[in-house]
């Protein structure tokens, strides 16, 4: 039997009811990611992709449909340490260090951190940050925070790994910086990876497939699959053929 998709969501759908407003956040939205590929979700604002994630995780209910992470419900795959995840404001917390941060989703399983000091102490290396154990993340810069962040989603050594637009706040140069990193990071981790985003660019450098959405109701039109060879080099961002492919992507995204 082969192996359950990383990510699976079949037709899932989702209405919030409030203050008189109803907003079909998605309808009968299919996302199907293999087992140790990247995915991104690319879409409009607002076209449910954080609703999407947070349902992925058993964050969120949804009202139909279909969700297994690694074959299981997505709250009990939470639960279990099998879900790792990164969010765009990194939310760390100030009065910890950086290893304690890291530490944070060890505890949250009831785990005991001290048994896990060699792993906290590979990932802090592995993004980067060797020597900054004991910084406070008010002594980093914003794209050092996001990569505490990235190490505290691997710390339970997830089999499924969601990003919500990691790199959003920073700009352009250290985004790609991050991009690079990114690859390497995941590529090591073995992790089946989903991230939101809304950088073509960003999308089409990380990702084996781009899941295109439409909002109103959200669901996915379209999946691209990126054919580039890994690793990948930053010059790929200027190559006629990433960009002929950001076109290709644009096109759909706006309904060209
Ligand atoms: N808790 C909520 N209550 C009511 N409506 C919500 C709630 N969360 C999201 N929505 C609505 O659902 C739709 C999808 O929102 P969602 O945040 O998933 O979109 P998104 O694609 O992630 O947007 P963005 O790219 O701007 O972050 C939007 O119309 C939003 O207003």
């Known amino acids: 039997m082969s192996e359950p998709a990383g990510i699976l969501l079949r037709s899932v759908s989702k209405t919030y009811r409030g203050r008189g407003k109803v907003v079909e956040a998605l309808k009968e939205m299919n996302l199907e990611c293999p087992p140790g590929s990247f995915t991104a979700l690319i879409g409009p ?30 709250a009990t795959a939470t639960a279990g340490g099998v879900t790792g995840v990164a969010f765009q404001d990194a939310a760390l917390l100030p009065w910890r260090s950086v290893a304690k941060n ?18 906290i102490s590979h990932l802090i290396e592995l993004v980067g940050l060797k020597g900054y154990e004991k910084a406070l ?17 691997l710390i339970t050594s997830p089999k499924v790994l ?22 390497r990071i995941w590529s090591e981790s073995e992790s089946t990876a989903l991230l939101v985003t809304h950088g073509i660019d960003e999308a089409v450098f990380l990702a084996d497939y781009v899941a295109i959405m439409h909002a109103n109701p959200g669901r996915v039109i379209d999946i691209v699959e990126v054919p580039f060879a890994r690793p990948r080099h930053p010059d790929l961002f200027s190559d006629p053929e990433f960009h002929a492919l950001t076109d290709r992507i644009a096109k759909v995204l706006h309904g060209e």
Do not use: W
Request: aromatic share 4%; hydrophobic share 35%.
């Open 102 to 119: 890291v530490a944070l989703p060890l505890e949250v399983l009831g785990r005991n951190p001290s048994r896990y000091n060699t792993e």
């Open 137 to 153: 993340p008010g002594e980093l810069s914003g794209g050092m925070r996001q990569r505490v962040s990235i190490a505290r989603s």
């Open 162 to 183: 969601f990003m919500d637009e990691p790199f959003g706040a920073l700009d352009q140069i250290r985004r790609r910086q991050m991009n690079v990193e990114l690859q």
């Open 45 to 74: 604002s607002g076209c449910g992709k954080s609703t999407a994630m947070r349902i992925a995780l058993g964050l969120e209910s949804h009202d139909a449909g279909e969700v297994r992470i690694a074959g299981q419900p997505s």
